[in-house]
C-alpha cells in the first residue's frame, strides 16, 4: 500500500489548527463549501465541492489538539476505504506543525499522482485560512 505525506508550518496555536480541521466550520473554511454531519467519533460528514463532487468521511478518532483519523467511506475513484491522519505538534519558535498522511492507496493506482496534488493544495489553503481568517476551498 502507498502512503501520500505532507507537512507544513503554521503560524497559529495548535487549538486553532485543530478546530480548523476537526469542526465543520474550520473544514468550511478550506477543504471544501459544504460540509455537513456530526463531527464526532464513528460519525460521518459529508463533502461536498463547487462541482458537485461528494466525500463521505467517518471520523475514526481524534485527540483534541493533536490528531484526527478520519476514513473515506465514499468519494470518487478508488478513495473510499482509505485513511487520513492529521497529526499536530508545537514547535520551537511558536508554529504549529501540521503532519498529514494519506495511506491505504494501492501501489497501481492511477489517482496518486491526483490525490498527492489536492493534498498540498488542501495544507496551503488550511495554513491560509487559519493564518488569515479567509476561507479559500480547494474543492470549491
Same mark, same amino acid.
Given at each position: 500500500m502507498s502512503t501520500i505525506s505532507h507537512a507544513i508550518r503554521i503560524r497559529a496555536p495548535r487549538d486553532e489548527v485543530f478546530e480548523a480541521i476537526a469542526t465543520t466550520k474550520g473544514l468550511q473554511g478550506w477543504y471544501a463549501p459544504r460540509v455537513t454531519g456530526e463531527l464526532a467519533v464513528h460519525e460521518e460528514i459529508v463533502a461536498?465541492?463547487?462541482?458537485?463532487?461528494?466525500?463521505? %468521511?467517518?471520523?475514526?478518532?481524534?485527540?483534541?489538539?493533536?490528531?484526527?483519523? %478520519?476514513?473515506?467511506?465514499?468519494?470518487?475513484?478508488?478513495?473510499?476505504?482509505?485513511?487520513?491522519?492529521?497529526?499536530?505538534?508545537?514547535?520551537?519558535?511558536?508554529?504549529?506543525?501540521?503532519?498529514?498522511?494519506?495511506?491505504?492507496?494501492?501501489?497501481?493506482?492511477?489517482?496518486?499522482?491526483?490525490?498527492?496534488?489536492?493534498?498540498?493544495?488542501?495544507?496551503?489553503?488550511?495554513?491560509?485560512y487559519v493564518e488569515s481568517g479567509s476561507a479559500t476551498h480547494a474543492l470549491g
Open positions: 461536498e465541492a463547487a462541482d458537485g463532487e461528494v466525500f463521505r %468521511w467517518k471520523l475514526l478518532s481524534q485527540n483534541p489538539g493533536t490528531s484526527a483519523e %478520519w476514513e473515506c467511506v465514499s468519494g470518487p475513484g478508488s478513495s473510499a476505504g482509505t485513511r487520513v491522519m492529521h497529526r499536530l505538534s508545537e514547535t520551537d519558535d511558536g508554529r504549529t506543525a501540521v503532519e498529514v498522511d494519506h495511506d491505504g492507496w494501492s501501489e497501481e493506482d492511477d489517482a496518486i499522482p491526483t490525490c498527492n496534488t489536492l493534498w498540498g493544495i488542501l495544507i496551503g489553503r488550511l495554513r491560509d
